[in-house]
């Protein structure tokens, strides 16, 4: 297949990209930055160079393609996230939703996964994992993500060929993991706990999810929702000890804070995410024939641990 990904050099997107190009697809990737262009090439990707909020190649590129997975969207990752931080962010991607619907062709497109995510049903509790008909009041980034989607559902009402997916919490040897746990472990540092908070996790290894994302563009079916989670939830905190357990540290140090100074250092948005429970199932993802690389937390985590001690040496 013609593949064309937005976002393909993100967290998710630089692995999805790797996993297109190992499964065989013309893989064709839009980024702002010319100095990516030589790495994706290397990679064997195709590479547009354009913004998604200006016109230009990349909108008639995208109508000579099979599929579309877009993952673009304006970038938080270190920012402290407040309101207005958080507004920004979702005109944004909004404006990019609307970009993106605009330039499509809904006649010659097969398919669109456009990207989500879990905070946007809320707060899932922890007594029973949730299916993507559960709804409550969005939490976390679920506010600031609902205009886009409840843009592409409309879209998707209008007869775009689309399916909207909500990855969980995806793990992988860089990004929060590597700030949060792998950095402070490998250098005795203490690792930062929310005080009294430990919220029920529906991990997914960030090459499964990746995987997932193209297995829905053969194998989804269209208007339809798909969580992707691996088939064990659990609290964050045995999530946390077997990173502590394959890191091979004995006496892990700890600092317990208080709500009210997360929310003054990483703003509410991001500390309400931190508290909300998310224990989402991938039933559905299931039915349609996927299966994991790493079905389980205890997989994903041994390679996770392995590649990135691997990166230190």
Not at 154 to 174: C, H, L, R, T
Not at 236 to 259: N, Q, T, Y
């Amino acid at each position: 297949m013609n593949i064309f990904i937005t976002g393909g050099t993100g967290y998710i997107g630089s692995v999805l990209v790797n996993e297109s190009i190992n499964a065989g697809h013309n893989t064709y990737v839009l980024t702002r930055s010319k100095d990516k262009t030589v790495e994706l090439e290397k990679q064997g990707a195709k590479v547009i160079v354009g913004d998604m909020l200006q016109d230009g190649q990349w909108q008639k590129t995208i109508n000579e393609m099979d599929a579309i997975i877009h993952l673009a969207a304006p970038p938080t990752w270190g920012k402290k996230v407040t309101q207005q931080v958080a507004l920004s962010y979702a005109d944004g991607h909004l404006q990019l939703t609307k970009r993106l619907f605009d330039a499509i062709n809904p006649k010659q497109l097969e398919r669109l996964i456009f990207v989500g995510g879990t905070s946007y049903f809320g707060d899932s509790g922890k007594k029973e994992a949730k299916s993507e008909l559960f709804q409550s009041e969005p939490k976390g980034w679920g506010p600031y993500i609902a205009p886009s989607i409840k843009y592409a559902k409309e879209k998707i009402a209008e007869g775009y060929p689309a399916s909207i997916v909500f990855p969980a919490q995806i793990y992988g040897p860089s990004s929060w993991m590597e700030q949060l746990y792998l950095n402070p472990l490998f250098k005795n540092k203490p690792l930062t706990n929310l005080k009294g908070y430990d919220p029920y996790f529906s991990p997914i290894h960030i090459e499964d999810c990746a995987r997932a994302l193209l297995h829905v563009i053969e194998h989804g079916k269209i208007g339809e929702d798909y969580i992707i989670s691996d088939l064990q939830q659990l609290p964050s905190s045995v999530f946390r000890d077997e990173i502590i357990k394959l890191m091979g540290v004995k006496e892990p140090k700890f600092r317990a804070v208080p709500r009210w100074l997360c929310q003054l250092l990483l703003g509410p948005v991001l500390t309400e995410y931190a508290t909300a429970h998310t224990n989402f199932s991938s039933e559905k993802l299931q039915q349609t024939g996927f299966e994991f690389r790493y079905p389980t937390y205890q997989e994903g985590l041994s390679q996770v641990v392995k590649a990135w001690l691997q990166k230190q040496k």
